[in-house]
């Protein structure tokens, strides 16, 4: 709605308003004003237009109050124009009524009754021109009725002349209503005055509820922002909080550390100390306070501090570098300082300043010095033999191999000689590991002795040792190193109080002749040197292809033993010793064969050497010792009494620790009487170990068992050795007894036994008799004990027993002993 017709509107509905709600008051003034007029002139009315001018006043007095009630009671409907005409119309009537009760009168010339209808017109029609000037239609319909009716009774009476009266109401009725329409103008300006206070009051009224609003949402607008504010406050007072935490714990981790921390600004040319932790102050022996700050010239001088500015600028320029430097401390120790020097940059990614960590690395350097040298010492460990510091087997295949590279460079030849000690085994037993190893040094230091500089000398283990030979000439070059190194071993070496004669064999292999790689070297190398034990040891000898088929022959061989042990596949077979005077059979020698499975029976030449070699001889001896115990007793039970069982003992049971007490437990554990057996020693055994032979040759002999000494005179027999020895029979080796009756040399020698024998009060006996010749010669010379084939093979137990059985003589009554 337009300001100008809202403003009407009101207006017009306080018009409507003050037009009807005068309604009470007035319509009780008119019926009370025509009751008393009524009751005052009642006698000069006439009696119709009284009766419809009351009906026509009761009627319109009526209407306006229920109209008046109406209005009242519908709020919503009041600015209808309905009730305006409605009140104006019932108005209209109350007129009328008037007007009625006017033309009621009779005596209308008669002036009491006249004046009074005047003064009552000219009150109501005053009142009226009051009460309805609001609306002037309304102010007609009531009050012309009313002038028309008195002006007509006026001039309808003649008695009097009433014309004054006339122009008088004529007067008033154009006075009441000017006045009545200045009033109804007076009226709306008013209304119009207070519907414009209203508007202003209205729209004052909205102004303040827009400026309240705007306040409000002013301050609910401050209200948040004041919240945000707060907020972000409390989240930067959070954020500083935790930066100050996060400084504090960066500054404490800084300070935490030994390496020194610093970092400095180059936005200026100054390259001012930003920061630095305890440890780098420490270091220039000031507070962090005196540092930050200051720039390098301003705390070394200007050339240290020149220096340093260089390096921060080469940093600046080219990236993080570290730098490794000695400096000294206040307090003046020196320390080794690695410094990584970083350039740092700012929000805009521009670099500004340098970040240095130095760290004392002092320790870290030596513990690297030591880890190289221990690492060294390792390698040095891993490719050499801590014993004899000779280069082991694995810097020797290395070796080998890159020599065997140089070699094809230069078509040159190569030679590997494999060392091993004969009988070594026998020494690291009966004297001991220490004299063992102290052995080994002394050969390792000949065996280099004995090649040149150039050439390799490596230990592989145990008593094995390989040279490596490079530009060698031809193969007789190979051959004179062998030699040489036989050579080496010639010399008796002393340890301690010990006095060792020792000798070595030696295989040589050569390339490109035995091999074009490494392994295939050394594995001929060490078939050459089985060849040259076989040989007889002591001896060098180069690789031939059939080395390597006896080599694996061995090996296989050494297989089989173990199986042979598993599967029981040994015997044991006797041959008689006799005494050639009366051919009876005074003892048994106990000899080994193998049954083999597949070739039958094997001879103990066949594998002696390797069970020997491989330790396995002294299970096998054990055994041995036992079946002969045994035998011995069963054919005791048979009725054989008189009888020595020999027993073959090879040097590597004698030097077994555990010897003496195996062979008196198989004795004992057989039942046997100690007397009746007989350990062969052979004189070998004696000259190499002496000290050992003696201690256990003393067990036997207080145990009650004899010993023979085998194969005697192919040694360096001395008679100075042999009264050292508790020894009870010699036994003449079967080469001097062979050609006893046409080499006089032999006969020299048996006869020279015989008689050492005698003289030391010895038995002696002599080995393979075969002729009756051989056994005359010896009974001659003085020996009468003897086995052979002249008297018998080896025969299996119950073949010995017949054999003696058949000899009745020699079933003697009463033992030997
Ligand atoms: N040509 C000829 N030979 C004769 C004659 N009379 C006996 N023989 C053989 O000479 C060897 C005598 O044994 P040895 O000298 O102790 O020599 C033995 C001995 O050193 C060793 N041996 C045998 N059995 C054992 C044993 O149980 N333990 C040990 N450690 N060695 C044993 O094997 C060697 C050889 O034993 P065998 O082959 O049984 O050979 C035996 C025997 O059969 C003969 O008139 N003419």
Partial sequence: MGEQSRRQAYIQARQLEDFIGQAPATNAATLAVWLIFYIGLRDNMAAIPLILSGLIMFVACASRILIWHSYQKQPETRAAESWRWRYTIATGGIGVAWSLLYFSLLDFQDLSVVAPVLMLFFGIAGTAAIALSSYMPAFMLYSYPQIATLIAMILAQTQINLSFLMFTVLIYALLITLYARQMGQRNRRQLALSADNAGLVHELGEEVEQREAIIQQRTQALRDSNLQLERQIQHREAAEKAVQVQYTLLRSVLNSTTDLIYYKDYRNEDGLYLGCNQAFADFLGRDIEQITGKNDIALFGQVTGGLRRLDDRETMANGHGTQEAWVTYPDGHKVLLSTLRTPFRDDANEIVGVLAIARDITEQKKSEQTLRRQQQALQHLAHHDQLTGLPNRLKLIETVGKAIGEAIDHGTQLAVLFVDLDHFKDINDSLGHTIGDQLLVAISQRLKKSVRAADMVARLGGDEFTVLIRDLKDEQGAIEVGEKILDAFREAVSIDSHTLKITGSVGISLYPRDGDDTETLLRNADAAMYRSKRDGRNAARLYAADMTEQAMARLALESQLHEA??????????????????????????????????????????????????????????????????????????????????????????????????????????????????????????????????????????????????????????????????????????????????????????????????????????????????????????????????????LDAAGFQRFVEQRSGAVLPHPIA
């Fill in 565 to 794: 042990i598993r599967n029981e596949e040994f015997t044991v077979r006797y041959q008689p010793q006799v005494d050639m005077r009366s051919g009876s059979v005074v003892g048994a020698e106990a000899l080994l064969r193998w049954n083999h499975p597949m070739h039958g029976l094997i001879g103990p030449d066949q594998f002696i050497d390797v069970a020997e070699d491989t330790g396995l001889i002294i299970d096998i001896g054990a055994w041995v010792l036992e079946q002969a115990c045994r035998q011995r007793e069963a054919w005791k039970r048979a009725g054989i009494m008189q009888l020595t069982m020999a027993v073959n003992i090879s040097a590597r049971q004698m030097l077994d620790p555990r010897f003496a007490d195996t062979v008196r437990e198989k004795v004992v554990s057989a039942g046997c009487n100690p007397h009746e057996v007989e350990l062969e020693i052979t004189e070998g055994l004696l000259i190499q170990h002496p000290e050992n032979a003696r201690r256990t040759l003393q067990t036997f002999r207080d145990m009650g068992i004899q010993v023979a000494v085998d194969d005697f005179g192919t040694g360096y027999s001395s008679l100075a050795y042999l009264k050292q020895y508790p020894i009870s029979k010699l036994k003449i080796d079967a080469s001097f007894v062979r050609d006893i009756q046409h080499d006089s040399n032999d006969q020299a020698i048996a006869s020279a036994v015989i008689a050492l024998g005698r003289s030391l009060d010895l038995d002696v006996i002599a080995e393979g008799v075969e002729t009756g010749e051989q056994s005359a010669i010896l009974i001659r010379h003085g020996c009468f004990l003897a086995q052979g084939y002249l008297y018998s093979r080896s």
